[in-house]
């Protein structure tokens, strides 16, 4: 989930709460969207930390039929999707295969650690959770999938764009407009998924004939 959401309140927040958005961040991913058409026929969508809800509220409002499913340590009332009130940590990826139905189209994440006064710390434990949606993704997202991941900028943060590229074949770093103005966050959007992910469905149980 993006934790700034909770910060004070702004024209962002005041526009989301009018449109019924549960935060103002979905108009970071209304941007991203806006720029690179990630939710175009996705069948698939896997929201990593989708609490408050609002991205999921985003994706499920352009594309009403797919499957969404959405995960975080934060419990939610109402989800437009499938809700596991769990860590990703605790998931084994293939339930959310399973879940979905097959690999997905888009992994997205706007997670965020809760922040301490120490910036250094606050964008290490960022990376970190950056880090964990994409290997989540590797493992969950089909071949040319999308992912979308924040991330806190500072030393660590160019690496591991950098290593991104191993895995999709465009990365693009964006600051939507909608990202308050002293905050040092960003988005990665990966698209291109070089390899693809195997999953087997599982069996259906077979009821002996009636007599």
């Known amino acids: 989930m993006g934790r700034d959401d909770r910060k004070r309140p702004d024209s962002w927040t005041k526009k989301a709460k009018e ?11 209304e941007e991203i969207e806006r720029r690179f058409q990630v939710l175009r026929k996705t069948k698939r969508i896997l929201d990593l930390g989708c ?8 994706a499920r409002k352009k594309r009403p039929y797919a499957k969404l499913v959405g995960v975080d340590i934060q419990n939610l009332d109402q989800y437009p999707g499938t809700f596991l009130h769990q860590s990703i940590l605790d998931t084994n990826p293939e339930d959310f295969l399973d879940m979905l139905g097959g690999p997905a189209d888009l992994v997205m994440s706007d997670m965020a650690p809760n922040t301490s006064g120490d910036r250094f710390t606050n964008h290490v434990r960022q990376v970190q959770l950056a880090e964990m949606a994409l290997q989540t993704a590797l493992v969950t997202l ?6 979308i991941a924040k991330v806190f900028d500072g030393e660590d943060a160019h ?15 964006v600051k939507p407009v909608a ?3 002293e905050s040092v966050e960003f988005f990665v959007v990966c698209m291109g998924k070089k390899k693809a992910v195997h999953w087997n469905p599982p069996k259906k149980l077979e009821l002996p004939p009636s007599e």
């Open 19 to 29: 449109a019924g958005y549960a935060a103002r961040s979905v108009y970071k991913l």
């Open 51 to 58: 609490a408050p809800g609002s991205w999921s509220q985003f």
């Open 179 to 181: 990202v308050r103005n």
């Open 142 to 147: 089909k071949q040319n999938g999308i992912f």
């Open 159 to 173: 690496p591991f764009v950098l290593s991104l590229s191993k895995h999709f074949t465009r990365v693009r770093r």
